[in-house]
């Protein structure tokens, strides 16, 4: 998989490929939640937002936004259905993990919703551990930290 940095030309295809995951979960996706996705350039502006491709397909999306003056928040990590448990999440999120080096940061945060069990077991597999759950919302989300 060669992974490269977003760019704009990869937006609608990048947004499918995340709504396809949601979708894969959630059984029905409603786009006035996910507002982020109709311009990930500009909502990953504060960080890095990384694409995977596979014979010139993007199959894989994940990026990170600053949190603090030594954090990132990792966000919308998502594999094509025809290509998951193939290792390419993980060599995406070490990708993100690079680049959040090389711009100094030193802890990456996440969260992800509290019944993802597949999720919460690949964050606790890359070395998250967990730091709490928040059920003030619509639905409860776990959240998770480690440091690079």
């Known amino acids: 998989m060669l992974i490269r940095k977003f760019a704009p030309e990869d937006q609608t295809a990048t947004k ?23 311009d990930i350039a500009s909502s990953f502006a504060t960080g890095c937002f990384l694409v995977g491709e596979v014979d010139g397909e993007i199959v894989a999306t994940g990026g990170y936004k600053k949190f603090d003056s030594e954090t990132v928040k990792i966000e ?8 998951r448990r193939l290792g390419l999440a993980s060599q995406l999120f070490n990708a993100l993990i690079s680049e959040a080096k090389k711009a100094g940061y030193k802890r990456i945060v996440l969260e992800t919703t509290s019944d993802w069990d597949k999720a919460i077991k690949f964050w606790l597999k890359n070395g998250f551990q967990i730091t709490h759950v928040d059920n003030s919302g619509d639905w409860s989300e776990t959240w998770f930290e480690r440091q690079i």
């Not at 995340?18 to 982020?36: K, Q, V």
């Not at 919308?76 to 290509?83: A, I, P």
């Open 16 to 38: 499918a490929i995340i709504y396809a995951g949601l979708a894969d979960y959630f059984e029905f996706i409603d786009e006035t939640l996910n507002p982020d996705l109709d």
């Open 76 to 83: 919308r990590v998502s594999v094509h259905s025809n290509f």
